[in-house]
């Protein structure tokens, strides 16, 4: 049972616009949520994230919006770039030690 | 500091054989956890030790698989014997105290069997 699911597969976008990935989640006690960003051939790095006291958090061109009702978050990235093409992971945790993450979300930003 | 470190970064076996895939963790870094990626369920927990001792290992697919971390700076995860479905990425990571929020990966072991 996926707790954590990232429907969309992949996402292309232009240079300078904004970059919208989702993320939806099932188990209500996830009270943190983060971002991941994943190269070809390297492992995931943290990128954002978000207590579930918040509802935005935002750091650069990276602000991270969480919807606890709808049990969804979303990464904004704006203005995209090349450099951010890669693929992004959204995890949760209920407070533990563990992460629970989704399926990843490929993003491209064509020039 | 030279990040997590794993070993090989690429392994192709015969379906049969056995598989043992490493990890050096941060120094350190008192929690070490095993994902595994594909591409139908993304990153999968396996396992994670704290203070080198197992906390869950509800994630292993089968008793096929078994982990072990004899001490604080390395751990293995081993499939034995391995199948052409444990064909995946297999990533370490390790944390510094409870709570998810200092994660570092390893760069990943390619597997495939074939």
């Known amino acids: 049972d996926q707790q954590v699911k990232q429907n969309s597969p992949s996402l292309s976008v232009q240079e300078g616009r904004i970059s919208i990935l989702n993320c939806d989640y099932t188990n209500s006690m996830f009270d943190y949520f983060l971002w991941y960003k994943k190269y070809p051939a390297e492992g995931p790095t943290f990128l954002i994230s978000i207590s579930s006291i918040k509802d935005k958090n935002e750091d650069g061109r990276f602000t991270v919006f969480l919807n606890k009702s709808a049990k969804h978050l979303s990464l904004h990235i704006v203005p995209s770039q090349p450099g951010d093409s890669a693929v992004y992971f959204c995890?949760?945790?209920?407070?533990?030690?563990?992460?629970?993450f989704g399926t990843g979300t490929r993003l491209q930003v064509f020039p | 500091d030279a990040g997590v470190i794993q070993s090989p970064r690429h392994e192709v076996t015969e379906m049969g054989q056995e598989v043992t895939l490493r990890c050096k963790p941060i120094?350190?870094?008192?929690?070490l956890f095993w994902y595994r990626q594909t591409m139908m369920r993304g990153l999968e927990l396996l396992i994670y030790f704290n203070n080198n001792v197992p906390i869950d290992d509800s994630g292993m697919p089968e008793d096929r698989f078994s982990a072990k971390m004899p001490n604080a700076s390395f751990s293995t995860l081993k499939i034995q014997p391995s199948e052409p479905r444990d064909s995946a990425v297999y990533f370490c990571?390790?944390?510094?105290?409870?709570?998810?929020?200092?994660?570092?990966f390893g760069s990943g072991t390619r597997l495939t069997v074939v």
């Open positions: 995890a949760a945790s209920n407070g533990g030690d563990k992460l629970i």
């Open positions: 120094s350190g870094h008192d929690y």
């Open positions: 990571a390790s944390s510094l105290g409870q709570g998810p929020r200092g994660y570092t």
